[in-house]
């Protein structure tokens, strides 16, 4: 029913009958018609072909029934909103961001769980993670602007191997236009985050929403005062931080030390 109600608003707003959008799908409008009224189930391809044809940035792909089966039910507000914000900003306290996580440092992530997840529960959570990395080839591209915690970098996740692809992957990132990547080092001491991670979406509608987690849940902030906090406290930390281009000269030292089995790598 959701995606059905979703399906019909989005083909309204973009003032297409059922026949022009079933033509563009590749589906009768008899069909269309069914799906828009729940009495049908929508096909994985007509849904990314929908998500297409109406600008919907993947919305209706995720309202598939059995599309979110591998997101906790806590976190699947959270990844509509991420896919729709014009800007997002992470703070990351423990691990890469899960949108610049290469797939060997996810799995190794996600393996560490406790209770430990089984292996085809792993790979779920694996495969949706890496889908939604496909917002970084969306188009209009949202504004990324990341900080992470030095100790970020100096966690060992998975093998030596897996940190070096890690490190570079995050260079190359770090190399594009509408992503902006920050290293908060140990040397500011203590920060306005030290409770944990937390993201602030700017959205399409001109509407601020903040992102948290906490161990097993995480929550989408919509209060305008807690909000704005989110966004007073990221500001805060890119004060402390190094610049983007020292970040990338950090990283790049860093993965060359780490390369050479040097442990006790230095700012100096």
Not at 36 to 65: I, M, N, V, W, Y
Request: glycine fraction near 6%; charged fraction near 25%; aromatic fraction near 8%.
């Amino acid at each position: 029913m959701q995606f059905g109600q979703e399906l019909q608003r989005l083909r309204k707003a973009a003032d297409l009958s059922q026949r022009e959008l079933a033509k563009r799908t590749l589906i009768s409008h008899q069909m269309l018609g069914a799906i828009e009224r729940a009495q049908r189930a929508p096909r994985k391809h007509f849904a990314e072909r929908a998500d297409r044809e109406l600008g919907a940035h993947g919305a209706l792909s995720r309202l598939r029934p059995g599309a979110q089966e591998s997101y906790p039910h806590w976190f699947r507000r959270y990844v509509d909103l991420e896919a729709e914000a014009e800007a997002i900003h992470d703070f990351q306290s423990d691990a890469v961001p899960g949108l610049f996580q290469t797939k060997d440092y996810a799995r190794a992530v996600l393996s560490a769980g406790w209770p430990p997840n089984d292996q085809e529960r792993t790979e779920r959570l694996l495969s949706a993670r890496v889908a939604r990395q496909k917002l970084l080839k969306r188009d209009p591209l949202p504004l990324l602007w990341a900080v992470i915690d030095e100790g970020v970098l100096r966690r060992a996740v998975g093998s030596k191997e897996i940190m070096l692809a890690q490190l570079s992957h995050l260079l190359e990132l770090a190399s594009r236009p509408h992503i902006r990547l920050q290293v908060l080092p140990f040397s500011k001491g203590a920060h306005a985050a030290m409770d944990g991670s937390f993201k602030v979406l700017d959205m399409s509608d001109g509407k601020h929403l903040a992102y948290a987690e906490i161990p097993g849940s995480g929550r989408v902030i919509s209060d305008a005062d807690e909000v704005k906090q989110c966004s007073l406290r990221f500001g805060a930390l890119q004060s402390l931080s190094f610049s983007p281009d020292e970040s990338v000269d950090f990283i790049s030292r860093y993965k060359e030390a780490h390369s050479h089995g040097i442990d006790s790598f230095s700012l100096a």
